[in-house]
């Protein structure tokens, strides 16, 4: 079976730093790319990273490029997004995604 379990997110406040992690099972790791995706109350669903299936390509949307940073760890079977300079307009519900799957959600909340 297919899992994607999404984990790290909290409470932080304006400036700080988080890492989400994706741990992944039921599937080949090293041959799917990984997605991270949000959602802010009130608001669509939108894209913030992505990384290729060997992690040679990597994309971000532009509200978060320069603060937050998407990486694979092949042997953990993990992809992690590491968030920096947080705002609280980053406040949602982020995900992880295969092309297919999706992961749980974990909360991020930043205060001002």
């Known amino acids: 079976e297919v899992q994607l379990q999404a984990s790290g997110g909290g409470l932080v406040q304006s400036g700080g730093s988080l890492r989400l992690s994706c741990t992944a099972s039921?599937?080949?790791?090293?041959?799917?790319?990984i997605g991270w995706f949000r959602q802010a109350p009130g608001k669509e669903l939108e894209g913030v990273s992505c990384?290729?299936?060997?992690?040679?390509?990597?994309y971000y949307e532009d509200s978060v490029k320069g603060r937050f940073t998407i990486s694979r760890d092949y042997a953990r079977n993990t992809a992690y997004l590491q968030m920096d300079s947080l705002k609280p307009d980053d406040t949602a519900v982020y995900y992880c995604?295969?092309?297919?799957?999706w992961g749980q959600g974990t909360l991020v909340t930043v205060s001002s």
């Open positions: 039921g599937f080949t790791f090293d041959d799917y790319g």
């Open positions: 995604r295969r092309y297919d799957y």
């Open positions: 990384i290729s299936s060997r992690g040679g390509g990597t």
